[in-house]
């Protein structure tokens, strides 16, 4: 079956670094969405990989590793307005279709 | 980046009634569109996919009859909720696609069943 996870909340300190992980099990993958979502707002999009390897992005990066089924966001010099829900997606399958994790709520602190 | 508008933000409706929701791609063609509904806390659950020209494609357990959509252009679909009911209440979003991977949101819809 199709299958995606990643925490359901982390909590980081403003200034730090954060990585959020995101496991896979799918078929037919062709790349890996990731998606910032605050709340009661549509998601926007922060980075898309398909091949292996980090994606530098500002203070946003984004990892891919096909071969194990795994990604992470990095989230570097955490300002308050990065608190929001992240979402993982696998763009997966002949019918082109968005697999969605749960998503991470992440909390920004003072 | 392509630009989704979604309308309406916000629509409060009473139970029996129906409400359409509308998704327009602003600056591109949208071959495919995609219909979410999110409860609170809770990831985004994909609803239907509709190309243009043909019959939307429903998730497993989206009740059809209920959840119309039409894509009937490249640039727009609806979605309209009939016979709505307060279990219905939820945030609404689409997405549009056009040759690429990725999908550009609207802004959503919140829904309120009274």
């Known amino acids: 079956g199709q299958n995606i996870d990643q925490p359901t909340e982390m909590t980081a300190t403003e200034g730090a670094i954060v990585q959020i992980n995101c496991t896979y099990q799918?078929?037919?993958?062709?790349?890996l969405f990731w998606y910032q979502q605050h709340a009661g707002e549509a998601p926007t999009f922060l980075s898309y990989?398909?091949l292996d390897g980090l994606e530098e992005k500002g203070r946003f990066s984004s990892f891919l590793s096909r071969s194990k089924g795994y990604s992470y966001l990095l989230l570097k010099e955490l300002q308050m307005k990065d608190s929001a829900s992240y979402l993982c997606?696998?763009?997966?399958?002949?019918?082109?279709?968005?697999?969605w994790g749960l998503g991470t709520s992440l909390a920004v602190n003072p | 980046g392509a630009v989704v508008s979604q309308h309406p933000s916000w629509v409060i409706c009473k139970s029996g009634t129906s409400v359409k929701i509308e998704c327009r791609s602003l600056?591109?063609?949208?071959?495919?569109m995609f219909w979410y509904r999110q409860f609170p806390k809770q990831s985004l659950m994909l609803m239907a996919t509709?190309?243009?020209?043909?019959?939307?494609?429903?998730e497993q357990g989206v009740e059809k009859d209920k959840f119309l959509i039409n894509h009937a252009s490249l640039t727009l679909s609806t979605l309209t909720v009939t016979s709505a009911h307060p279990e219905d209440s939820s945030f609404y979003i689409c997405?549009?696609?056009?040759?690429?991977?990725?999908?550009?949101f609207g802004q959503g819809t919140r829904l309120t069943v009274v």
């Open positions: 997606a696998a763009y997966a399958g002949n019918n082109r279709k968005l697999i």
């Open positions: 997405s549009a696609r056009a040759a690429g991977p990725e999908a550009f």
């Open positions: 600056d591109f063609q949208a071959t495919t």
């Open positions: 509709s190309n243009e020209g043909s019959k939307a494609t429903y």
């Open positions: 799918t078929s037919g993958f062709n790349g």
């Open positions: 990989n398909v």
